[in-house]
DNA sequence: CTAAATTTGACCTTTTTAAGTCAAGTCTGA
DNA sequence: TCAGACTTGACTTAAAAAGGTCAAATTTAG
């Protein structure tokens, strides 16, 4: 599951059309197409009107926005999946060792 | 282990000083003291370089670069590890449907 | 101590990315 | 068929990131 299609599955399952939520979101329906095919990418404060308009979890919202950079970053990589875990290590132990 | 812990482990290795792998890369010495502390990142093409100076296996190198990418991008999430995870999945979903 | 090695901060230029818009084209279903 | 919904490609502009340099300050080893 990709943000894009969480928006899409959100908004229809409140039958609402892209030109609504785009209103809402105050950004044009052609760029909100994009969002839902993730072609493009909101703003993170937009994630908030999302939650509430949906009434739907901002943790959630957060992790699937950020795994779409991440996987913009490394979708060509043939060794992604590697590096991933390396990275997921590095955070480990940064998280331990923070220096303030 | 990051990129700059490794390129570090690599030079010291070898008795090399800065300037010296630093002028085989042409780059200065205090970009590299840069690199090497990851608070700036080499080119890719850099990578090719240092495999060859320290016949170290290119993928290793290459995986630590990305993730140094991803652990920069992610480093102040609260959600990070799961957004990883969420990632991983795309990536993993990705490969399978891949169009074209 | 002191000289060489390293680190750091300030700065710079060029390239990319972000975050859209808009209009034309395509799809869908009543 | 044909209107409304959606998708797509081309384009824009400001902001940020890439990829450094250089000199001053600091650290380290002999």
Known sequence: MTLGQKIKEL??????????????LEI??????????????????????ISKIFDYPLEELESLWIATRIYELVKDEQSALNALKVAEEQIKYGKTHAKV
């Open 11 to 24: 908004r229809e399952s409140k039958g609402m059309l892209q030109r609504q939520l785009a209103a809402k």
């Open 28 to 49: 044009g329906d052609g760029f909100l197409s994009k969002v839902e095919h993730d072609q493009k990418a909101l703003k993170r404060e937009h994630l908030n009107s």
